[in-house]
């Protein structure tokens, strides 16, 4: 299967990649390779005749990185924006672009598709516990869930030959220490302030 990548990944990047897992997530840091991730998985998966490969996410995030590989392939397979009621192809996966943004009706219809693999990409977000909406951020929630189905893999900024210490030092000037930690270390943390009025 690796021999069929089309360009140079991360070793992180080829084991997601190239993982047979029916459930995996990427807590990745910004700019660590995470669409580009995606994009390998669907390339690869299509090469199998009569695959669909569904894109779940914004609209807008989905078609910056859908639109790097065909829609269709003369194969049968093809790669389309998940809308409710599609039906599933004779083979199936399910692939989630900043899954932080998405909400729990989503997987639950992917789950529904019962697809080979389901995918979760995304940076952790801050949230305030107090106020949290249960299943908004299924990233969060799947992360820290009890379910052993899942393969996790946790991409801070340090993994990524192409983000350089330079570049990280200018971040640290203008964004403060629990942003840094979420956004840059991947780190899953709770609100600031709730923490200072318990």
């Not at 190239?18 to 390998?40: D, F, M, N, P, Y």
């Not at 869930?145 to 900024?157: A, F, T």
Request: with cysteine; proline share 4%; charged share 30%.
């Amino acid at each position: 299967m690796s021999a069929n990548i089309t360009m140079k990944l991360d070793k992180w990047q080829k084991e997601v990649v190239t993982s047979k897992s029916a459930r995996i997530i990427v807590a990745g840091a910004r700019q660590v390779g995470k669409s580009t991730v995606l994009r390998e998985k669907a390339r690869l998966a299509m090469k199998i005749p009569r695959t669909t490969v569904f894109w779940f996410g914004m609209s807008r995030i989905v078609r910056n990185t859908k639109d790097l590989i065909p829609n269709r392939l003369e194969n049968g397979s093809r790669s389309v924006q998940y809308h409710q009621g599609m039906a599933r192809g004779e083979h199936t996966i399910c692939l989630f672009e900043e899954a932080e943004y998405i909400d729990r009706t989503m997987l639950d219809a992917a789950i529904s598709l019962i697809p080979e693999q389901i995918v979760l990409v995304g940076t952790p977000r801050i949230h305030d516990m107090k106020t949290y909406v249960e299943g908004s951020d299924i990233l969060f929630e799947e992360w820290v869930s009890n379910d052993h189905d899942w393969h996790r893999w946790h991409i801070p900024y340090t993994v990524c030959p192409r983000i350089t210490e330079k570049h990280i030092a200018q971040i640290k000037r203008y964004v403060e220490e629990p942003m840094f930690r979420s956004e840059w270390k991947a780190e899953f943390v709770s609100n600031p302030q709730q923490q200072r009025d318990e």
